[in-house]
């Protein structure tokens, strides 16, 4: 059975968590096919190693990253540290890492800001499992201004498929 690991954040506003291992448990094959593993780690900063970790200690063929930068611009400047953590993570593993990060200055409004969370998680989730299950789906997605977190922006034009 292959594994899908979800990491978070108890910095966060947002259980992006438990929406992440929600949607993963509405995927074809969970529970036969493959678990998800969770591990929470304090802030953002920490999402590399334990998504390393996931992959390289508990065979996790993908993980899902999930942070929420704060609005001060210290907090801009450790996102892109935990950004470059988490490619570099990825690089050294092999292995694809979703980074999904809600920064808190998305939006004013707590209850909107709160569906971004909910809609970026989840739908990074689908496309982890389609990453490993059924990768036809992303490619049927390709240049369609597909979305996460906000309404898609759609093609720039129609292609001819």
Known sequence: MQRIGVVDTMF???????????????????NRRFEVVRRTVPGFKDLAVAAKRLIEEESCKIVVALGMPGKAPIDKTCAHEASSGIMMAQLMTNTPILEVFVH??????????AEICRDRA???????????YEPEELAGRAGQGV????????????SSR
């Open 104 to 113: 808190e200055d998305e939006e004013d409004d707590p209850v909107r800001l």
């Open 147 to 158: 979305r996460q977190g906000s309404a898609d922006a759609g093609p720039l034009i129609t």
């Open 12 to 30: 966060a506003r947002y259980d992006m968590g438990s929406e992440a291992v929600d949607q993963l448990a509405h995927c074809p094959g969970h």
């Open 122 to 132: 989840r739908k990074h989730a689908q496309n982890a499992y389609w990453m490993l």
